[in-house]
């Protein structure tokens, strides 16, 4: 017989899309693995800060790692820090990045015991009679996931705290990635459904009828498509009558992190008051050491200015520095198609470059027009 437990509030963390061992394939092989170190570091923080805020149950919403057969120091730091939170439960499911496969990590069952990885691609319940819960979840077993898992299905209510862990691609009819309609998580009506999968972590967000669920995002951030500060969601589910109430939290995590900014240089003509601009943006925004920054240039310049292509970060304390120059020059085109001099040659010749190519070659041949026409008039083509 079930013994009625007492409820208590218990705290669970969201999180998902940690990707330990990513390639990195766009970054330098020395700052590659520099960035896989400090993924794993990050890591081992969201585990101190688990043990730290006493939290009961860890959701794992799948991409843990970055590959079916992950590296044996992540395998051993993954072991040795999910033993060291003896008392916490933690749920994995696998995503499409670390499906549940044979001879993968999850199938050879080195993981501590108080790890529990769902292994179907059938929504599987867990009770967890500690915490008066029921976790519910689903794998990957390929890079693919074509089914409906929540589809028809709902949450037990018997009094007990549900919640759903998974990878899905919520809201995307037909995707390869396990279909999760909204309506079908406010059909399931559990109290708190953990998601991950999309990079970008979304607002916890009522799906109907009190169903909360979001995306916490990728822990790191790994490219400029991936912008902000990572990290993960804290949950604390409240005693509530008959029911639960939840409370959310995000905790940020990650220790780097790429930001995009748009700089307008229309009216600026020197180097040196972009600089300006750009050291004014990274003390507003508080970006840092821990900022992969791109700066994307908009707006009409002269067109005998030559816009940085480059420079160097380090020098305005940031870890890298990417600079993008979708400026237009404010040439006259009038005037250069008749101009016989070196000029106007360098025109006509970019000319067919310069109206019918690709957007790309169109912005090639823009900066080349652009280059040229600064090197004719004496002006420094160099970098910021
Ligand atoms: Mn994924």
Redesign the pocket.
């Known amino acids: 017989m079930v013994e009625n437990r007492e409820k208590r509030p218990i705290r669970i963390l969201h999180t998902g899309?940690i990707h330990l061992d990513s390639p990195f394939s766009r970054l330098r092989p020395e700052k590659s693995e520099a960035r896989r170190r400090e993924m794993r570091a990050t890591f081992s923080r969201m585990m101190a800060l688990i043990r730290e805020r006493e939290v009961d149950i860890v959701l794992i919403a799948?991409?843990l790692f970055d590959s079916e057969f992950v590296t044996s120091v992540t395998a051993a730091l993954l072991a040795k820090e999910m033993e060291a939170c003896g008392s916490c439960r933690f749920f994995i499911s696998p995503?499409?990045?670390d499906p549940y496969v044979g001879g993968g990590l999850y199938a050879l069952g080195r993981l501590p015991k108080n790890v529990t990885v769902f292994s179907s691609e059938e929504l599987t319940a867990v009770p967890v009679p500690a915490c008066n819960t029921n976790v519910y979840g689903w794998a990957f077993t390929s890079a693919r996931y074509e089914g409906m898992p929540l589809s028809g299905k709902r949450a037990k209510k018997d009094g007990s705290l549900t919640l759903v862990c998974g990878?899905a691609d919520i809201g995307v009819p037909l995707t390869k990635?396990a279909d999760v309609p909204i309506s079908d998580i406010a059909a399931f009506g559990a109290h708190y459904a953990a998601f991950?999968?999309r990079h970008i972590p979304t607002p916890v967000t009522d799906a109907g009828n009190g169903a909360l669920y979001a995306y916490c995002g990728c822990m790191e951030g790994r490219s400029f498509d991936e912008p902000g500060i990572g990290g993960a969601y804290l949950v604390t589910a409240i005693p509530d009558g008959e029911d639960w109430r939840i409370e959310t939290e995000r905790a940020p995590l990650a220790q780097s992190r790429y930001e995009v900014l748009s700089l307008d240089l229309t009216g600026v003509d020197t180097a040196a008051e972009i600089a300006r601009r750009i050291r004014a943006a990274v003390e507003e925004n508080g970006y840092g050491e821990d900022t992969f920054l791109r700066v994307i240039f908009t707006g009409a310049t002269p067109p005998d200015f030559a816009v940085p292509a480059a420079a160097d970060g380090s020098a305005l304390g940031l870890y890298e520095l990417e600079l993008v120059d979708h400026t237009t020059p404010t040439f006259d085109a009038a005037f250069l198609e008749k101009d016989m001099t070196v000029r106007g040659e360098l025109y006509r010749s970019l000319l067919p470059r310069l109206t019918e190519g690709s957007p790309e070659e169109r912005a090639a041949a823009a900066r080349a027009l652009r280059m040229g026409l600064a090197a004719l008039a004496g002006n420094d083509v160099t970098t910021l």
């Open positions: 899309d799948g991409d995503g499409n990045h990878h990635y991950a999968h």
